[in-house]
């Protein structure tokens, strides 16, 4: 399991109240249903609608898994439109090229942390990642 689903959602949680009310919102991961829930559980996540594509091809039909079976972070947004469901958008920068310092910053804009930091003098830095879990609150 990548760990970008286990701090990815950390912003989202607060969001989602608000984003459901215009859309469907999920978030998928490829992990036993069980262990999602129990990850949730841990961080306190409440407002997220968990799904598992653990048994299921939606992660290598929605370039979310590589050929090896390795997971990518990917964001898709689907349409529903009178003929039907539609894939509508999925985060390409995934991949390009990465700037020096900088990788996955296609689902930049839905994580509130990352644009944070771009309002500060320095910035995102190059050797900083969010942890699974920190000592104690802030």
């Given at each position: 399991m990548a760990a970008l689903w286990r701090t990815l959602p950390l912003g989202l949680n607060g969001t989602a109240p608000h984003a459901v009310q215009r859309v469907n919102f999920a978030v998928v991961?490829?992990?036993p249903i069980e262990r999602?829930?129990?990850v949730a559980r841990e961080r306190g996540w409440q407002n997220l609608r968990l799904l598992s594509s653990a048994n299921n091809g939606y992660?290598?039909?929605y370039r979310a898994e590589?050929?090896?079976g390795n997971q990518l972070?990917?964001?898709n947004v689907?349409?529903?439109r009178p003929d039907g469901i539609h894939?509508?958008?999925n985060t390409e920068l995934l991949y390009a090229p990465p700037e020096p310092g900088q990788d996955g910053r296609h689902v930049d804009l839905i994580w509130p942390l990352w644009n944070l930091f771009d309002y500060t003098p320095e910035g995102r830095g190059t050797d900083w990642r969010p942890r699974l879990a920190y000592d104690?609150?802030?």
């Open positions: 991961a490829r992990s999602i829930r129990g992660n290598t039909a590589d050929a090896a972070p990917a964001l689907f349409v529903r894939h509508f958008y104690s609150a802030v």
